[in-house]
């Protein structure tokens, strides 16, 4: 029987992304590739999400990836990986992401060449792989990129693991609580940007091994409003005190401790409250990927135009979040229509219902 919470629990986080990423526009912690006048709500919503809502992507990749194994052979699954991940991060990165970069360089560097003269800078220019101010970069894609690197390199870690059969097995549920702790040392593994692969791997890993165990994700509902508590309380700790991953050992331990009970509490809110499906949960769950691949783009683009004129920061937000939200469906519409485009940015049919 499929676990509709966990697909439902995918496509709401990614939908947090378009009011997370336009907050970014206006937040007082760190640069982007437009940028307004600091809104203090923005601040605290981005300094709220920031430790778990990426985190919680991958451990759901995770749970799915041991649905997925379940069903499928080795081959197959990396076959799906390259079309589903690869293919997308390929096109993406030429296609949507340099709408960006255009946008950094015309707000930060005063650029004045024209759009397909920037990919020139795009592809020369010095950068710290971020883009804010122009260069390459992945972008959002990113995720993409950390998702099938860990994708490939999990799978020898996971056919091992079944072979000398390690995993979870009949361990206390409430035994989940502590293993945040392996987290840590495998945070400063690969670390690009504050995004370290090691520590997003070891995510991937206890959401393929752990999280999808029935009595863990038992014990998670069973203590959701416990979990949400605490969860909520260490996620006012590390905004009134700005914790920061770059803060010192002390800050990263508190960061990925509160990012590990906040997932912990989502998957169990889920399993209670969001295992069902209808038309509409799997329309948003089919478009959630290509949602993730086009918003940040058209959130920039948006954002860049309504920089440029006197309306209140608020108005301001309420329009590039509702535009950008608007334009990513027409977009997603628009490719659905033509095969080349639904190969490019794997866009899939929307599944029938399956019980």
């Known amino acids: 029987?499929?676990?509709?919470?966990?697909?439902?629990?995918?496509?709401?986080?990614?939908?947090?992304?378009?009011?997370?990423?336009?907050?970014?526009?206006?937040?007082?912690?760190?640069?982007?590739?437009?940028?307004?006048?600091?809104?203090?709500?923005?601040?605290?919503?981005?300094?709220?999400?920031?430790p778990w809502f990426m985190p919680l992507l991958f451990v759901v990749a995770g749970i799915s990836t041991r649905y997925a194994l379940q069903k499928r052979s080795t081959g197959a699954y990396i076959r799906e990986r390259f079309a589903k991940l690869f293919v997308p991060l390929i096109s993406g990165t030429l296609l949507l992401v340099p709408m960006q970069t255009y946008f950094a360089e015309v707000f930060h560097n005063a650029y004045t060449g024209g759009y397909f003269g920037q990919y020139l800078l795009f592809f020369t220019k010095p950068t710290d792989l971020?883009?804010?101010?122009?260069?390459?970069?992945?972008g959002q894609l990113w995720f993409i990129s950390y998702l099938f690197l860990i994708s490939l390199i999990a799978l020898p870690?996971?056919?091992?693991?079944?072979?000398?059969?390690?995993?979870?097995?009949?361990?206390?549920?409430?035994?989940?609580?502590?293993?945040?702790?392996?987290?840590?040392?495998?945070?400063?593994l690969l670390d690009i940007g504050g995004k370290s692969l090691g520590e997003y791997l070891v995510l991937f890993l206890l959401g393929y091994f752990v999280l999808a165990e029935e009595p863990v994700q038992a014990f998670t509902g069973r203590y959701r409003l416990a979990l949400l508590s605490a969860g909520a309380l260490l996620t006012a700790y590390t905004v009134v005190n700005r914790v920061s991953l770059k803060s010192g050992i002390g800050s990263r331990a508190i960061m990925l401790f509160t990012s590990w009970i906040c997932i912990l509490a989502i998957l169990g809110m889920g399993r209670r409250h969001l295992n069902f499906q209808n038309k509409w949960t799997q329309r948003l769950s089919a478009s959630s990927f290509p949602f993730y691949l086009f918003?940040?783009?058209?959130?920039?683009?948006?954002?860049?135009?309504?920089?440029?004129?006197?309306?209140?920061?608020?108005?301001?937000?309420?329009?590039?979040?509702?535009?950008s939200i608007v334009l990513s469906t027409l977009l997603y519409a628009l490719c659905k229509r033509f095969r080349a485009l639904r190969f490019l940015f794997a866009i899939k049919d929307t599944p029938p219902p399956q019980k």
């Not at 971020?130 to 992945?138: C, E, K, N, Q, R």
């Open 295 to 323: 918003h940040q783009s058209i959130i920039v683009c948006i954002g860049f135009y309504c920089l440029q004129t006197d309306r209140p920061g608020g108005l301001q937000y309420a329009l590039i979040l509702s535009g």
């Open 130 to 138: 971020t883009g804010y101010t122009g260069g390459f970069t992945t």
């Open 1 to 50: 029987m499929r676990k509709h919470f966990i697909d439902n629990v995918r496509w709401l986080t990614v939908l947090l992304l378009f009011p997370y990423h336009t907050a970014r526009i206006f937040d007082g912690v760190q640069p982007f590739y437009v940028k307004g006048a600091e809104m203090r709500a923005a601040t605290v919503f981005v300094l709220a999400c920031t």
């Open 157 to 188: 870690l996971i056919r091992l693991a079944h072979k000398r059969r390690i995993g979870w097995h009949d361990t206390p549920a409430a035994l989940v609580l502590p293993l945040c702790c392996m987290i840590l040392p495998f945070s400063y």
